[in-house]
């Protein structure tokens, strides 16, 4: 197998695990706020905290990716972020949780940028937009298998046990990852010369002159609050299906637990196929000679089908119908992922991690305040109508910001 296969296996490991870890939480909503006599809404805050975290970490750990390569990187984010998903099983209130949930998501910070840094080096252009839709379906396999999975595993370990089992395993990836990895496919010990010829020759070419990339200069590109502000939009989706999915479908529609599983678990397969399609459509539109639509259009497919899927869900009154309509809302959203990445890595070069870092920042501060608005506007307003149409006009705001959108004008670019 050509050494960079090899590489997505890798990251799809990754990303299937960085969820799996991720949604561990929601589908264990109900013991833990037994066991630790939380509210629904204090719930709503150790989500947006993880969140607050992730976002806040994001520009300094792509930049660390950038600085220090993703090999050392993503070792040392996937054992940090595992040693607090085993300490959550030590949380004992409202405020502890708190704290440990937040140092998880400032732990899982690093990972998509530096898998973004990795595939800057390691992917050839022409195979890019597959490559990342294949990282991010994984994220979406690994949080549906949570759905069904998690609670028979929290059902016959308990809660605290099920989130050690997962330590372990994040310190397993950890310790393969940097014995088997190189920053450079220059430098790998059993890469074939054929191999490393060919992705050095289809690469994105660096400058020839390299520089430090000023936050201050990322910030000053429209391209670069364009990206910000649609991931900010699509995280509206996003993230309640990671979130507030599960506790949503089993107390709306008054499922068992194994049953709310399942139903939440059909969506986020949605949201996987939606993300390889998508990164199949780049790569297809990029062959055919037109970069510019390559990125725009899938991304802007996906926002009309996200808004459409979330208006209509909301007024269907069996659970099958309801996990249909969110199913096609999230293909539509996780359309974006494959394109956003690709267009930061596109105008970001060798400074890939800091700007995908930044992108997920804005969108990940999204997450926390749907994690928020979620529980919020339902004690507000009595009904998940006004959360759900909130959304839906995000996801057409995001459509007019990939109208805006420029792959052409990289970052720093005078001209």
């Not at 099983?89 to 998880?104: K, P």
């Amino acid at each position: 197998m050509p050494k960079r296969h090899v590489l997505v296996v890798a990251t799809f490991l990754l990303s299937l695990l960085l969820y799996v870890d991720r949604v561990c939480i929601s589908t264990a909503k109900q013991p833990i706020i037994d066991d630790l006599g939380l509210t629904d809404t204090e719930f709503g805050w150790i989500l947006s905290i993880f969140a607050f975290g992730y976002a806040l970490s994001q520009t300094p750990s792509g930049a660390l990716a950038d600085r220090l390569g993703p090999r050392l990187v993503l070792t040392s984010v996937v054992g940090l972020w595992s040693i607090f998903t085993g300490l959550t099983a030590a949380a004992w209130n409202f405020g502890s949780m708190l704290v440990v949930r937040f140092l998880f998501g400032v732990g899982e910070a690093g990972a998509f940028p530096g898998m973004a840094r990795a595939v800057y080096s390691w992917i050839p252009v022409q195979e890019r937009g597959l490559v990342k839709g294949i990282n991010f379906s994984a994220s979406r396999i690994g949080a549906a298998a949570t759905m069904p999975v998690l609670p028979a595993m929290i059902e016959s370990l308990g809660w605290q046990q099920s989130f050690l089992v997962l330590m372990l395993v994040g310190f397993g990836w950890a310790a393969i990852w940097w014995f088997w990895f190189r920053d450079e496919p220059e430098v790998h010990p059993t890469i074939s010369d054929e191999e490393r010829e060919y992705i050095l020759a289809n690469r994105q070419q660096a400058p020839a002159e390299k520089s430090d990339l000023p936050i201050g200069t990322i910030l000053s590109s429209p391209n670069m609050w364009l990206m910000m502000s649609q991931y900010f939009a699509s995280n509206f989706t996003a993230f309640f299906c990671l979130s507030w999915l599960f506790p949503y479908i089993r107390e709306t529609y008054n499922l068992a637990y194994t049953d709310a599983g399942f139903y939440a678990m059909v969506p986020l397969l949605g949201g996987a196929v939606g993300n390889v399609f998508s990164g199949w459509l780049v790569d297809r539109i990029y062959a055919s000679g037109h970069k510019m639509a390559s990125r725009r259009l899938p991304a802007i497919f996906g926002f009309a089908l996200a808004s459409a899927g979330l208006v209509i869900s909301v007024g269907q009154e069996g659970v099958v119908g309801a996990v249909t309509w969110l199913t096609i809302a999230v293909f539509g959203i996780d359309m974006i992922l494959s394109p956003a990445w690709s267009f930061c890595i596109d105008i970001g070069g060798p400074h890939a991690g800091k700007v995908s870092g930044t992108m997920n920042m804005a969108g990940n501060l999204g997450s926390a305040f749907v994690a928020l608005a979620f529980p919020y506007l339902m004690e507000w307003t009595g009904g998940v109508e006004t959360f759900f149409y909130v959304g839906a006009g995000l996801n057409a705001f995001g459509i007019l910001c990939w109208m805006l959108a420029r792959p052409d004008k990289p970052i720093g670019a005078t001209a």
